[in-house]
C-alpha cells in the first residue's frame, strides 16, 4: 500500500533549534503559574522548538481532572510572548480547533481516542479547512494502521500540508512494563507507506513512567524519528495528570543531552562499500531463506493432501511441540532470541495450517476461507 500524502516538509513549518525537533511542555496546564514557569525552564534549556500542554483532557473515567479549559489558551499565550516559543495542544472536536486557532496556536495535534473515531477526525478535518495550521495525528488506542492512515487521510484532505505522525504506543490487555505497548513495527509500516510524513515519538505515553524514557526515546531516534514529544513539569510529584511520566525541564536538558544523534546515511566511502557487500551477503541469505520456505510450504501442502485422503486432522500437536523444542534449541545455540525463534515459528505454522485448510476445504464451498497469518511484533 503506497499512502500518497501531499506533504510540506517539517523544516518548512517548525524551526527545529537543535536535532532532534523536542516538543515539550505539561501533560495538562494546571495554573497560569505552573505553566509559564515551565515554559520558562524550557526555553533556557536550548534544547526545545516547541511548547505542548493539554487543555482538554480526554479521561477515560469521569471525575477525574478534565483539562482546565479555554482559560489555558490564554495562558499559552503568554507562555509565547514571554518565551517565543511556538505552543501545541490537542484537539477532539471541532469546536476546539475554532477556539485554538482564534487564540493563535501554532500546532494542533489530535488525541489517540479521536483518531480512533472517524467522525470526530472528520468533524476536526471539516473545521480546519481554509487554515494553514500544522497538525500532528497521535496513533489510535489499538493497533490499527488503517485508522491512523485514515485520519492522516482526512486531515490532508482537508488542505492541511503541514501534517506529521506521533507515535505514542498502544494500549494491550497484556501486563507489560510499558503503558503503551511500543509495537514499532506499526510505525516503521507507516513510513515504509509514506516516507516523507514525519513521525515524532512520544516516550512519555509509551512509558507511563520517567526511568523509561531515555530507552525508548534512543530507539526512536535510532529508527529515524523526526522527533520526541516529552511531557515535563515544573514539580512533577505535584502534577494534576500522568505525575508518573513528567520530567522536570533540568531532567529534559539532561536527557536530549545524552542522546545519540545518528544520520539516516553517511557520506564516507569506505562505509558505503562495506555496507554494500554486506548487503549482498544478505540478499544471497534472504534469497536462500525464501527459496527453502517455498520448498517446505510444498511439503507442508503433501502433507495436507494425505491427511485429507486419509481422514487425520491438521493439527498435530506433539509432532508441533517436538519441533518447537528441537528448533528452538538449535536455534539459541547459535544465539537466536528465544522470543524471535518462537514467533518466527509459530508464524510457520499457522502458514502450514492456513494451507492445509484450504486443501481439506477444497471442495466445499467454504473454499474461500483465507485466514491471514497474525502480524509478528518486534
Ligand atoms: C505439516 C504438518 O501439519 C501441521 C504443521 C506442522 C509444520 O508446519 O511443521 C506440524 C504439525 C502440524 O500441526 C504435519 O503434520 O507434519
Not at 532532534?20 to 524550557?42: D, K, M
Not at 482559560?71 to 477532539?92: C, D, F, M, N, S
Request: charged share 25%; net charge negative.
Amino acid at each position: 500500500m503506497k499512502l500518497n500524502l501531499d506533504i510540506q516538509p517539517l523544516s518548512s513549518w517548525v524551526n527545529v533549534t537543535n536535532e532532534p525537533l523536542i516538543i515539550s511542555g505539561p501533560c495538562s496546564a494546571e495554573t497560569e503559574e505552573q505553566l509559564l514557569s515551565t515554559a520558562h525552564l524550557l526555553k533556557a534549556t536550548g534544547k526545545v522548538s516547541v511548547l505542548r500542554a493539554g487543555i482538554w483532557k480526554p479521561r477515560t473515567r469521569p471525575g477525574e481532572f478534565e483539562g482546565i479549559g479555554s482559560i489555558g489558551l490564554e495562558w499559552l499565550k503568554r507562555a509565547k510572548e514571554e518565551t517565543g516559543l511556538p505552543t501545541a495542544v490537542e484537539v477532539a472536536t471541532a469546536k476546539h480547533v475554532e477556539e485554538a486557532l482564534a487564540a493563535g496556536v501554532d500546532i494542533l495535534w489530535v488525541g489517540a481516542r479521536t483518531t480512533a473515531n472517524p467522525f470526530s477526525v472528520q468533524e476536526i478535518a471539516d473545521a480546519l479547512r481554509g487554515h494553514d495550521v500544522p497538525v500532528l495525528v497521535k496513533n489510535p488506542v489499538n493497533p490499527d494502521l488503517s485508522l491512523w492512515i485514515g485520519a492522516l487521510e482526512r486531515i490532508n484532505n482537508a488542505g492541511i500540508k503541514k501534517i506529521g505522525a506521533i507515535h505514542r504506543g498502544f494500549s494491550s490487555f497484556e501486563k507489560s512494563s510499558f503503558r503503551n505497548e511500543p509495537m514499532w513495527e506499526l510505525a516503521i509500516q507507516l513510513k515504509t507507506h509514506c516516507p516523507e510524513l514525519p513521525i515524532i515519538n512520544d516516550p512519555s505515553h509509551i512509558c507511563g513512567n520517567r526511568e523509561l524514557i531515555p530507552y525508548i526515546a534512543q530507539k526512536a531516534l535510532d529508527l529515524d524519528m523526526q522527533g520526541l514529544m516529552i511531557e515535563s513539569h515544573i514539580d512533577p510529584s505535584v502534577a494534576w495528570t500522568d505525575a508518573k511520566q513528567q520530567v522536570t525541564p533540568a531532567a529534559l536538558a539532561e536527557l536530549v543531552e545524552r542522546f545519540s544523534i545518528r544520520q539516516p546515511e553517511s557520506k564516507n566511502e569506505a562505509f558505503a562499500d562495506k555496507l554494500a557487500d554486506l548487503r549482498k551477503q544478505i540478499d544471497k541469505i534472504d534469497d536462500l531463506v525464501i527459496q527453502k520456505l517455498g520448498e517446505r510450504m510444498a511439503i507442508v501442502e503433501k502433507i495436507g493432501e494425505f491427511k485429507r485422503d486419509n481422514n487425520v486432522t491438521i493439527l498435530q500437536v506433539h509432532r508441533w511441540d517436538e519441533i518447537m523444542k528441537r528448533r528452538g534449541a538449535f536455534a539459541s545455540a547459535l544465539k537466536l532470541d528465544p522470543n524471535f525463534t518462537e514467533k518466527f515459528l509459530e508464524l510457520i505454522h499457522s502458514e502450514s495450517i492456513r494451507k492445509q485448510t484450504l486443501i481439506m476445504n477444497k471442495d466445499k464451498t467454504a473454499a474461500t476461507i483465507v485466514e491471514v497469518a497474525p502480524p509478528v511484533q518486534i
